[in-house]
């Protein structure tokens, strides 16, 4: 399995920004595929973007347009920047990533959306 460690939640005001990291314990460009994922309080946990090994990109519809997932070849992460953060944004984000017959969580970072 691939250890995940991510970095970067916190409160923001609606309107606001942040930048999320997930640092993996392999090569990123190894694997199959990473994306965010997120939890709010009572509901189930949800696809927000996935990056492919090719660099393919994928985002749920709720979010296109204001979050951006990338790589970072010096650092080994993988970024997930948004903007325009609204109330319903509030939620605890996980790091996932797809590694040969593997599938690994990182401990989630919680991102709060509040004036």
């Known amino acids: 399995q691939v250890q995940l460690v991510e970095s970067g939640g916190g409160l923001v005001q609606p309107g606001g920004s942040l930048r999320l990291s997930c640092a993996a314990s392999v090569s990123i460009f190894s694997i199959d595929a990473m994306g965010w994922y997120r939890q709010a309080p009572g509901k189930e946990r949800e696809l927000v973007a996935i990056i492919t090994s090719g660099g393919g990109r994928d985002y749920a519809d709720s979010v296109k347009g204001r979050f951006t997932i990338s790589r970072d070849n010096a650092k080994n992460t993988v970024n997930l920047r948004m903007i325009s953060l609204k109330p319903e944004d509030t939620a605890v984000y996980y790091c996932?990533?797809?590694?040969?017959?593997?599938?690994?969580w990182g401990q989630g970072t919680q991102v709060t959306v509040s004036s």
């Open positions: 996932n990533a797809q590694y040969r017959s593997t599938v690994s």
